[in-house]
Structures are given as C-alpha cells and as structure tokens.
C-alpha cells in the first residue's frame, strides 16, 4: 500500500509532498496545451525560488481519448528508461473530430470532439478537469497531483544536496469519483469486483487465485461514470481506490513521470474498444482451440501409455478432445527447460505426437523461459549471453523453482532467436501450441539487461516480451489467425498473444468464484478469450464441485482439464459414471455452438470486447447489471450462471425481457432474480431477446472443426422492433462469415434476408417464443419451419 496522507489535514509520517497548487506557465502548442505548476503560491517574485515543479502535457492521440501526462526532473533514468509498451501497434485509427487548444486569461482548453479537458490557470486556483457534452467525467483538484517523498524529513538545502534522491519519490494523480461511481478492471483480480475501498498495487506474483496477488497486473480501470484510465507504464503502480480518500482513485508511480490516458466511451464497450486500440486488439484464435483440452495435470507420474489411456478412455466415452496438453514432467526434473522430452518416459516421443495427431489432436507442451543449471542448454546460453546477468557481469541465478536457473534475456534479439529455435524444434516434432507458465518471478535486484531496460518495469513487462517471441515463433509456421498459446502471465499489451487462463485455484466452489471474478475483471482490460482449470488445480475435486465446474468451463470461451497433483479424466473423479456423461454433454452442446461462438470470437476479434462479458457491459443502463460477479455473457447473445454449489440452486438476476434456456427450453421473464434448481446436465443459459444465433442440431459431432453450416439451425427471440444479424464464420478464411442473415420486425411480419453467402445446404430457424403461420414453408413443427437452398429472402408471420 502507497498513502501519502494521514486523514485529510496531514502527510504520512515521514512523507513529504509538493502539490501543484498554481499554474506558473500556460501555453497552446498547436494541438496541445504545456503548463507548468508551482507547489507554492506565487504572491511576488521571490516565491519563484525553492520552488519545486510539475511540468505537464495535455493532448489528444485519438477520438475520445485525453492524454495527460506530468514529470518533476526530466532528465532522469526513471523518465527516459524502458522498456515502453508497445502502443498504438495497428497505427493510430484515423480522427472523426478535429483537436481545438485554446488560451484565456483563466484557463487552458483542449477540445476534441465531445471530450473537453481545463486546465485552471488562475493564481492559487489549480484544477485539470475532464468534461464529455458538458458532463464532468472527473478532475484533478486541490491537492490532487503532486510530487511525494517517502522515508526522509530532510528539509535542509544541504542534506538535498548531498542525497537528494534519499527515500522513494513518486509521481501521483487522485482523481474525484463522483457519488455511486464505480471502478473496474486493473486486470486479473479475484476479490471483490467492483474495486471502491481497495488498494491493489500493479506487480505480477505468482501467487495462486485467492490473495491480493496476481499473474495478469493491467493498470487500467473502467468505470461506470462513463471514462476508462490506462497509466502506460510497466513500473509498480499503486492505486488507493476509495481506500485512501474517499472520494478519490489515487495513483502513484515511483519515479518522475506519471502519465494517463483517460478513454471516455460513454458506454463501457467502446471504453474497451478504444482502449484495445492503444494496447492492441487481441489476435484471433483457430477454431480449434475452442474444443476440450486434455492434460496430464502437473506432479502427476505419467509416460505414453498414461497418455494413451486417457485418450483411449475419452474415446469409449464419445468424449471429443481436441487438444492434449503435456505439463512440466515431460521433460527431466531438474532441466526444465531443456525443450527435450524425457526419454526415460517417452522413448519415441515423435512418434508419439504423431500417433496423437491421427485421432485429430492437437499436441500443445508446458514451457516457462527458465533454464535450470543441470539443463543442457544452460552452459549455450550463458556462454553467449542470453540469460540475466548480475552487474558484475555473472549470470543471476536462483534456487527458487528449478535449481541454479537463469532467465532468458528478452531484450537481446540473438537469445530471442535461440529461444524461438528451440521451440521451433518442438514444432517440427509435431507441437502445435505452447502453454507459456510462469513470467512473474523476474528479479529486481542487481539486474542488468542487455538493452539496459530498467529492472523494475521489466518485472511487469518480462510477460509481454516472453509471450510475443513465443506467439510469433508460432504464426510465422502456422500463420495469422493460427497460432495459440495457453498463457498465465500478463500486462498491458499481452491480449494481442491468446488464449489466457486463470491461474492456480484450490478445488473449492469459493475458488470457482473467485475464479469467475478474476476472469472478469481481466476481460475487462481487453482480454478477449479466457480458460480455467475445470474443477480447480489444488487438490482433487469432489464429484459434485467437478461436475458443476465442468458446465462453466464449457460455457467459458475455452475448456481445460488440468490439475496439480490428481488427474482430471472424469473416471478417476467420479467412480459412478456420471462426471463422464456430463463432460460428454457439455462438451458435446458446445461444439454445436461454434457458428455462434466463433463468431463472437471474430467480433472480439476486431473490436477488443472480451467473449467473457460483464453484464454491464451488454445493460450498462441496469443498474444491478454493474453489482453482477457470479453470471456473465458469453458473446452478445447468452446470459450464462454457473451454479456454485453442489444442491444446484442457483439465483441469478435477469434484465428486462423474455428469455430462452437453450438447454432447457423454458422461457423466463426478466427484470428480476429468479432462483432455480439445475441438475448437473444443466444450468441457466439463455439467449437473449431480441437476439438470433446459429447452432449445429447433429448429434454426431467428433470435433469443434466441422461444417458449421450443415444441419444448422437459426435460434431466434423475437421482440418487437428488433433488428439483428446472425453469422456463421468461416474457419478456413478466418475472420469472415461464411453465412449471414439479418432478422428483423418490419412492423406487420418478420423478414430474414441473406445478407453474406449463400444457403447451400437446408437449414432450420425456430422461433422460440412465437408460433409461425404460413401455408408457403416447409414446417418442422409449430415453432419452427425450413429454409431450402438457394433462398435468400423469406417473410412469415408470427401469431
């Protein structure tokens, strides 16, 4: 925790701060404004010695977005040293609104398009507010940006002289919240939702899913006053949420520069979309990520005939699979990572992918970037450079993990390439993906990086550079829209290299929650495609906890079955045969859904909205939909609750409307909670009003790569006046829609128009809360009728 305050009168003990309390130079400079702040007023010339500033910068980089930032010294390492994120990396979009600065006697004013920000530049009077349509967002006021020092009372000129850079210094903004403002976001977090009343410090640790610690640090917030903040910098940040004042979010970064982007929306999905335009939007999965990984859990003693078996098993269960992942013991304890299989327990490890392969699996291997003393390849790279070395020139090594190992030297091109052939020996072999563990235990202390990057951002930002070598080593064999990783550690910038999933959770119903909360809170930071250990990874699931993670590890963008020292075939779970039945359901009903899904997928895709949706984002006008932290929206379409126990009650809120389960085929009306009983083949899905989706009515369906277009079936909600599209996306030109149809009220009838493709095949729309009369179509039953090939335009009425 960062406080610099004690109550509201006074400093912390041994804190002293410089606030910007005037406005000492004020000036446009083109498109941007430049001003500079005094911490003590200036009331004759003589104020202008002993006089610490802020010298500040406001402009706009792009529609609806300000950026400000403010440095103390300049000229210091802390400033001018890396590494910097990688922002803007499709280019900056091109601008609907113009950028208009201005001067008056009082203030400062940038305009850009509704989005005003001013700066107050009359004597003792200093104010950065932030306005959108006449609205204010938020504002930095009275001792609200300011220059602190920690761990020294020196006041003496002298004692500054000699040291001046004794204690911690910091850069901090505390920005106003308004009444019922709340804030969201800062990446992967499994407490509270909603973040008011909480101090959460921007630092990845491994530290499992049930602590203030975390993998995936994003310093970005969201919140439901209609603005998004992004401070783009790797360093520690520390933010006291309401925690501090009340009234306040307050940011500190150690060092002389802080700097914000403040992202206006006002709806919270163009907050994300704007955002993911800065850090980058994340890149599209292949389709075949979205089906069922299998994995051989972690201290587990397992060689090819285990794999074998629980493949074999999966198969005599008509359990599809579609990925097998091995974990750390595929290679030798105390050589990770050698990127060698362990001979002893796969003598014909090549052969063995290959054998994989023919069923249809895809092969993806545990990797972290750290390379243990007894590795064969440790001595290679120390000799030429590539791991961390100390300031005395050895390489830094650690007994924490794998004994004497180094760290691989991101920042060094040369141990880039190396890194990238020793996977690419991997992909030659038959590997097709990467889970990239770890990249949260980089060290801070007496480290020197070959670029010269500051150690203390490289902590946060060793995550970024770690997954990019290894997601680009994969679309240069598999190309775009092909590559995959299975990655733990994160930050800003990381969504562009996918899938992501959650960490560590302990096998506990709490721990599926938390592990929801996390997954929200980090899709809200652009985090487009998400998976979770399914029953948890610390200790073994009981049947009941097992079966009811099984249904909301299905309806999450991406499944896995992973443990840590207890396998996750069903069988071994539950004796009585059921968890097998369950995993064949839900496996199976979410391969019908990938016309749906994939879809979704692609719109994530382009527009950085995450698949895992807060309910806010889809009803950001209900106000319960912002207190929601155990339902979410999968895509636009399904509101999804898991059940968190093992009885399968479950109360869940539903907004305004009539929906339909799609797995149980009820309708229920919105506006209220509602609670229910699910057995394990069930929980509460259910599609939206107004809303159409395609699924696959097949009941043979082996993989989540098929035709999505034969025995298709359009799901339609009908509401009045609603107009909406469906697609069926096409795998093969990944991106695109195969099919496309748009649904809409014409006010006497419903019209479906082809509006992309062609109906090759025969497929099927259900109207699920309305009775279709005609005489000119094909009925399937009272509800729903079929549309031959070739049609590209029908109209029916609804009764």
């Known amino acids: 925790m960062v406080k610099f305050s004690h109550g509201c009168w006074h400093p912390a003990p041994e804190t002293l701060i410089d ?88 203030n400062l004013v940038l305009e850009e398009g509704t989005v005003t920000a001013t700066v107050d530049t009359r004597p003792k009077s200093f104010d950065i507010s932030f306005q959108a349509g ?32 004794k204690g911690q210094r910091w850069v901090t903004y505390q920005l106003q919240l308004g009444v019922g403002d709340k804030v969201y976001g800062l990446g992967e977090r499994f407490g509270p939702f909603a973040k008011n009343g909480q101090s959460i410090e921007i630092w ?32 520690f940040i520390s933010f006291e949420i309401q925690s501090e004042r009340t009234t306040r979010i307050n940011i500190a970064v150690p060092g002389e520069l802080l700097a914000m982007y403040l992202i206006y929306g006002p709806e919270p ?25 299998l994995s051989t859990s972690f201290t587990t003693e397992y060689n090819e005939g285990t794999v074998t078996s629980f493949l074999d098993g999966m198969a005599e269960r008509d359990i599809p699979v579609s990925v ?134 490289m902590h946060n930002y060793y995550a970024f550079l770690y997954n990019k070598v290894t997601f680009e080593i994969l679309e240069k064999n598999f190309g775009p829209h092909n590559a995959a990783l299975f990655a733990r550690s994160a930050t800003a910038g990381c969504q562009r290299f996918p899938v992501h999933w959650g960490g560590d959770p302990y096998s506990t119903f709490e721990a ?6 996390g997954g929200l809170s980090l899709a809200l930071c652009g985090f487009g495609y998400w998976a979770h250990d399914i029953g948890g990874f610390e200790g073994k699931p009981d049947p009941a906890l097992f079966k009811r993670w099984i249904a909301f590890g299905l309806f999450s963008s991406h499944s896995r079955l992973h443990g840590s020292g207890s396998f996750r075939v069903p069988w071994l779970i539950d004796d009585t045969g059921e968890a097998d039945r369950v995993l064949e359901h839900f496996v199976n009903f979410k391969h019908s859904l990938m016309p749906y899904l994939y879809s979704s997928a692609i719109e994530t895709h382009k527009s950085g909205v995450p698949m895992l949706r807060a309910c806010f984002l889809e009803y950001p006008d209900d106000p319960i939909a912002w207190h929601l932290d155990t339902q979410y929206f999968l895509g636009n379409s399904l509101l999804v609750a898991p059940v968190f126990n093992a009885h399968g009650r479950v109360q869940y809120y539903i907004p305004e409307g009539d929906w339909y389960g799609i797995l149980d085929g009820k309708m229920r009306s919105g506006g209220r909670y509602v609670t229910e009983e699910h057995g394990f083949f069930s929980l509460p899905v259910l599609l939206r009003p107004g809303s159409a989706i395609f699924r696959c009515t097949s009941e043979d369906l082996g993989s989540v790569v098929y035709d999505w277009t034969k025995e298709a079936e359009l799901l339609v909600n009908f509401t009045k006046s609603m107009d909406t599209i469906a697609q069926i996306a096409d795998y093969e030109a ?48 009272e509800n729903a009728f079929r549309v031959k090939e070739g049609v590209s335009s029908i109209s029916l009425t609804l009764e």
């Open 19 to 106: 606030w910007a309390v005037e406005t000492v130079v004020a000036e446009t400079r083109g498109d941007e404004l430049h001003f500079v702040t005094s911490s003590k007023p200036i009331n004759h010339r003589g104020d202008t010695l002993n006089n610490p500033t802020l010298t500040h910068d406001l402009s706009s980089p792009t529609d609806n977005v300000i950026y400000l930032s403010s440095t103390h010294w300049k000229r210091q390492k802390s400033v001018t040293q890396g590494p910097h994120f990688e922002l803007f990396p499709d280019g900056k979009p091109n601008r609907v609104s113009s950028v208009h600065t201005s001067k008056t006697a009082e």
């Open 512 to 517: 599926m929650a938390e592990t929801l909360r």
């Open 324 to 457: 097998f992942h091995f974990d750390c013991f595929w290679m030798p304890g105390f050589k990770w990572c050698d990127y060698e299989f362990d001979k002893d327990y796969f003598p014909d490890a090549k052969g063995q992918l290959e054998r994989i392969k023919k069923r249809g699996i895809l092969v993806c291997v545990w990797i972290n970037p750290y390379i243990a003393q007894e590795s064969s390849i440790f001595d290679e790279a120390a000799d030429n450079g590539y791991l961390l070395k100390r300031t005395d020139g050895s390489v830094w090594q650690y007994d924490f993990w794998q004994a004497g190992m180094g760290f691989v030297d991101f920042t060094n091109p040369d141990a880039c390439r190396w890194y990238q052939a020793k996977l690419q020996s991997l992909i030659n072999m038959g590997v097709d993906s990467f889970k990239t563990d770890f990249g949260e235990r980089i060290p801070t202390g007496d480290i020197v990086y070959f670029d010269g990057s500051s150690p203390e951002k």
């Open 269 to 293: 999905k163009s907050i994300i979309e704007r955002y993911t335009t800065i850090t980058g939007k994340p890149a599209l999965p292949p389709a075949w990520t979205f089906g069922l990984w």
């Open 134 to 165: 006449g609205k204010l967002l938020t504002r930095l006021g009275w001792r609200s940006v300011g220059y602190a020092k920690q761990g020294t009372t020196a006041l003496h000129p002298r004692a500054n002289y000699i040291d001046p850079n």
């Open 204 to 235: 990845n640790e491994d530290g499992g899913t049930g602590s203030e610690l975390t993998y995936k640090n994003i310093p970005f917030v969201i919140t439901s006053a209609g603005y998004g903040v992004f401070i783009p910098t790797s360093n």
């Open 734 to 781: 990944p991106g695109t829609s195969r099919l496309a149809v748009r649904i809409y009220d014409t006010g006497e009838d419903i019209t479906l128009t082809l509006t992309q493709g062609e109906i090759a095949t025969p497929i099927n729309v259900r109207v699920v809360n309305r009775r279709i009369r005609s005489s000119d179509l094909e009925m399937v039953d």
